[in-house]
């Protein structure tokens, strides 16, 4: 079926480094791919969000990479800090299932003082 | 302004009980969707809705699921006899959605549903 995937499920990082989630979809037809962080107990937050006719967006420390030819976009965090611990969860528009926003199975990501 | 609001923010019940959970849009946005959240999982789509009809419900898991939203703004999602396996957040968005746009979903706090 129509899916994204995304890994790790799990990463550690020592403050001031960079931490790198990838993900993979299914459909070529799909032009639009948000990150979402969710710390614990609260609602997931828009924090960066790219479509199709670009290949990279910035935002201070947060980046993502797109390549529609392999079918697969990346979060990248740099210089992290404490306050970037939390689950993030990569999604993306599959039209093929109706325009339904599809999400990853999360990334938990510690940083470590 | 107001983001997103649910109610309540956390229901318990009895395997059997009827539940109703009720969601607040963003002022103005036309389309609002439920998503349910099991424990560590990433949200998966229940139903959307596009002014005041259901336009896509294939994401409810069977009919014991229904949800209403009978004047394009709050939505309700009804669950009738609750079974354990119902237990997880009942999550809700909203966005502004324009023609030939992709919009920002923009999520509620969530309900935690815990069926005893």
């Known amino acids: 079926g129509e899916n994204v995937e995304q890994h790790p499920s799990t990463l550690s990082v020592q403050e001031g480094d960079s931490a790198v989630i990838k993900c993979t979809y299914s459909d070529s037809a799909s032009n639009y791919f948000p990150w979402y962080k969710q710390e614990l107990g609260k609602r997931p937050q828009l924090i960066i969000d790219?479509?199709?006719?670009?290949g990279e967006k910035k935002d201070q420390r947060i980046a993502v990479t797109l390549n529609k030819t392999a079918k697969h976009f990346s979060l990248h965090i740099t210089e992290t800090q404490p306050e970037d611990s939390a689950v993030y969860f990569c999604a993306a528009i599959i039209k093929a299932a109706g325009n339904k926003l599809t999400f990853g199975g999360g990334t938990r990501v510690l940083v470590k003082p | 302004g107001a983001g997103v609001s649910q109610t309540p923010s956390n229901k318990v019940t009895e395997k059997g009980k009827y539940v109703e959970l009720r969601c607040d849009p963003i002022s103005g946005h036309t389309a609002l969707y439920w998503y349910r959240q099991s424990l560590g999982q990433g949200p998966e789509f229940l139903i959307y809705f596009q002014g005041t009809g259901a336009a896509d419900d294939s994401g409810l898991p069977n009919d014991r699921f229904f949800a209403v939203r009978p004047e394009g703004s709050v939505s309700t999602l009804k669950i009738q006899r609750t079974e354990r396996g119902d237990s997880a957040v009942y999550l809700c968005?909203?966005?502004?959605?324009?023609?030939?746009?992709?919009?920002?979903?923009?999520f509620g706090p969530g309900t935690r549903l815990t069926v005893l």
């Open positions: 968005a909203s966005s502004s959605r324009g023609r030939g746009l992709t919009d920002t979903q923009y």
């Open positions: 790219i479509r199709s006719n670009v």
